[in-house]
């Protein structure tokens, strides 16, 4: 095995990836649909160590065999199952998924928009559209990747709410609850979560060389920030040599965020 | 047995302007692109469009083909966004039904068993209730008392009533298909296309390669052949019918060309540039000029 440089202890993408890595702890056999490199690598790192029964897609139309690197080629592959779109919606709508989605831009109250800014009838920048995230968000549990924290990103109330959050599905009724968990938002600074009397957001944990500060002032809105808020924590000797040496000996990791 | 083998023209001639027409693949992948470039050159107008987004509809929509899409997504996959819908967007050139992945499924699915909605959570909640104003919710029948309730969280659930999206006409390429009507798809998925196909009133296929009736089985397994005769009118030999997008395992996308149609947006002489030598031009012409710029 190639030797593991340790310095730096700990990269931002790294924290990033650990971040994204905890949200799946536990989550047992369930399918893991991240989007972008970071939840990628996470998803694979919490599989090849403390979730083994995760069940990744290969990001076309079959279950892939094992944790692959995130550079590999599609024709190396080890494919186990098909699942071809048709299926994945057999998948959400029974719940055995646990998605990272991105967002152009997040709210307090865990509203993810990926549609368009401004107003959707005429608007000021068309996005790729709402997607699956609708639904995503009220049938399994929903995370969310942001590489670049910002009050742009970070805002008091998104304009097009295509992943629902707290505060909709409860207004929409039982239908919209039952199943809905908008579980954790990673950004490039922090992980937050909605585990508040009112389900708004609250730092999780900063990432280790951000100042909690640096957070408030990328975000639009007021965070809930408790007063034994603790760092993101650093990846385990075994982990990092997983991270550098096999699922991303490439660095790919790096290209996603700003450090 | 009728012989459904038919042309690009014939199947053009068989739509009117206001249709609305459901184009089969998923993004950037196994779209009709040769039938889609026939309507690009095609005197209608005013289409309403319901896809799973990529170049089919960016490049509609550059033609002024469009007046509505029903859509989730307009993506080129590899290009995140089609920057020809973002254009027609931001200029309000078009409207837009935009719904859940998950709700197109099931609008095309209830169209194809002729009931007027299904029932989903999918939308609850979101600004898709909003934005669309004519979506209805419905309340299950069955309250706490009716024995069909497994779950007392299900009694008198409300959730979104999907309505059944008809479609006048259904568009779709398939790797093979035969003389009758059968498709077979060779790639990964075979997306939504059999539902399109069900949804429509009138229903074709463009092809790589049409067989014998009976001869799907020489090159793929008969559980690819997804597509049966009853599920279409008309099919058309069009060999690399889906190119510039991925129709595995006959040719993956075409990334290069896919740039240079990303890259004539916005700029009306780049556009005309670009659809002289790749919209504007026979099946024939346009496999040559590919064929020259991947020589040179």
Redesign the interface.
């Known amino acids: 095995m190639t030797a593991v440089n340790y310095d730096p202890p700990c990269t931002r993408a790294e924290s990033c990836i650990i971040a994204c890595a905890e949200a799946w702890r536990d989550a047992g056999e369930i399918m893991v649909s991240p989007f972008g490199t970071i939840p990628s690598l996470g998803a694979r790192l919490a599989k090849s160590t403390f979730a083994p029964d995760l069940v990744l897609t290969d990001g076309?139309?079959?279950l892939m065999v094992g944790a692959p690197p995130v550079a590999t080629r599609p024709a190396e592959l080890i494919r186990e199952a098909?699942m071809?779109?048709?299926t994945v919606?057999d998948v959400?709508?029974s719940g055995r998924r646990h998605i990272m989605m991105m967002a152009s831009q997040i709210d307090r109250e865990g509203n993810q928009n990926i549609?368009?800014i401004g107003d959707?009838?005429?608007?000021?920048?068309?996005?790729?559209?709402?997607?699956?995230?609708?639904?995503n968000?009220?049938?399994h549990p929903t995370s969310y990747w942001v590489p670049d924290h910002t009050t742009r990103t970070f805002v008091e109330q998104v304009d097009?709410?295509?992943?629902?959050g707290y505060a909709?599905?409860a207004?929409?009724?039982?239908?919209?609850t039952?199943?809905?968990d908008v579980r954790r938002v990673v950004s490039n600074l922090g992980v937050f979560d909605f585990e508040t009397p009112d389900h708004t957001m609250r730092l999780r944990s900063y990432h280790p060389g951000v100042a909690v500060d640096d957070i408030v002032g990328a975000t639009s809105f007021t965070l809930t920030i408790p007063a034994d808020v603790e760092e993101t924590r650093l990846p385990t000797p075994e982990e990092l040599i997983l991270l550098r040496t096999v699922l991303d000996p490439g660095s790919l990791r790096d290209r996603e965020i700003k450090r | 047995m009728s012989d459904k083998r038919t042309t690009v023209d014939a199947i053009i001639g068989e739509l009117r302007s206001g249709m609305t027409i459901g184009i089969g693949g998923w993004g950037s992948r196994r779209k009709p692109m040769a039938i889609v470039r026939a309507l690009c050159r095609s005197d209608l107008h005013d289409l309403t469009l319901v896809a799973y987004g990529g170049p089919d509809v960016g490049l509609l929509c550059a033609a002024g083909k469009v007046k509505k899409v029903v859509c989730s997504f307009v993506t080129l996959d590899s290009i995140a966004l089609d920057p020809h819908w973002r254009s027609a967007r931001q200029r309000g050139q078009v409207e837009v039904m935009e719904v859940d992945e998950g709700m197109l499924y099931q609008g095309l699915q209830a169209a194809a068993w002729r009931v007027p909605f299904l029932p989903t959570r999918a939308g609850l909640g979101s600004d898709v209730l909003t934005i669309n104003p004519d979506l209805r919710l419905v309340r299950s029948p069955y309250g706490a008392d009716s024995p069909f309730v497994h779950d007392p969280a299900d009694a008198d659930v409300e959730l979104v009533a999907m309505p059944a999206l008809h479609l006048d006409a259904a568009l779709v390429h398939t790797n093979r298909a035969d003389t009758a009507g059968n498709g077979q798809i060779l790639g990964p998925d075979a997306f939504f296309d059999p539902l399109f196909l069900g949804a429509a009133d009138r229903r074709f296929l463009s092809t790589e390669r049409v067989v014998d009736n009976g001869r799907l089985t020489d090159e793929g397994p008969l559980s690819a052949v997804v597509i049966h005769r009853l599920l279409t009118d008309g099919v058309v030999e069009t060999p690399r019918g889906a190119h510039f997008t991925a129709n595995p395992p006959d040719y993956g996308r075409d990334e290069s060309l896919q740039k240079e149609y990303a890259a004539a947006a916005g700029d009306p002489a780049q556009w005309d540039a670009f659809a002289s030598r790749y919209v504007h031009v026979s099946d024939d012409e346009y496999r040559a000029h590919v064929e020259e710029r991947s020589a040179t």
């Open positions: 076309e139309a079959a098909a071809p779109y048709k919606f959400v709508w549609s368009a959707h009838s005429h608007p000021k920048v068309q996005l790729i559209g709402v997607r699956g995230a609708p639904g968000s009220v049938n097009v709410i295509s992943g629902v909709r599905a207004a929409a009724g039982g239908g919209a039952r199943f809905h």
